[in-house]
């Protein structure tokens, strides 16, 4: 599309994706403006992708990675991101997904794992008291 400095702004923009549903919108102002400063038509043509490429990657991609590589349901992590960002704000919405990460490994290491060893110690107790 002819805008300067293109690789500045794509990095900035991969980064600007760590902030869910905002963050995208917040780092298209600059080659908004930069392509507005060429013409309007492309400045139409710049914000028509930013809008395009964060609904392609905030409703379908990110999401199922997130689900993916932390096992967390994609539901969880959206309802983690309100709640955190209405509570705190912007930094809420940089802490959500990792803090919801974080809660869920707490919750498997010390709540399902004391659970099965509990099971198993019964069956111990079960299997010796046979005799």
């Not at 102002?29 to 395009?52: D, G, H, K, R």
């Not at 990675?65 to 960002?85: D, G």
Request: glycine share 6%.
């Amino acid at each position: 599309m002819g805008i300067p400095g293109v690789w500045v702004w794509a990095g900035v923009t991969f980064f600007a994706e760590l902030i869910p549903k905002i963050g995208f919108y917040i780092m298209s102002v600059p080659p908004v403006l930069i392509a507005f400063s060429i013409s309007p038509t492309t400045a139409l043509w710049v914000a028509i992708f930013y809008i395009a490429l964060d609904e392609l990657i905030g409703d379908f991609i990110i999401p199922r990675i997130r689900s993916k590589t932390m096992k967390i349901h994609p539901v969880l992590i959206l309802v983690m991101l309100l709640a955190m960002t209405s509570a705190f704000g912007i930094m809420g919405a940089f802490i959500a997904t990792p803090l919801t990460a974080f809660i869920k490994a707490y919750y498997v290491t010390f709540f399902l794992k004391k659970r099965e060893l509990d099971e198993d110690d019964e069956k111990i107790t079960r299997m010796l008291l046979r005799n």
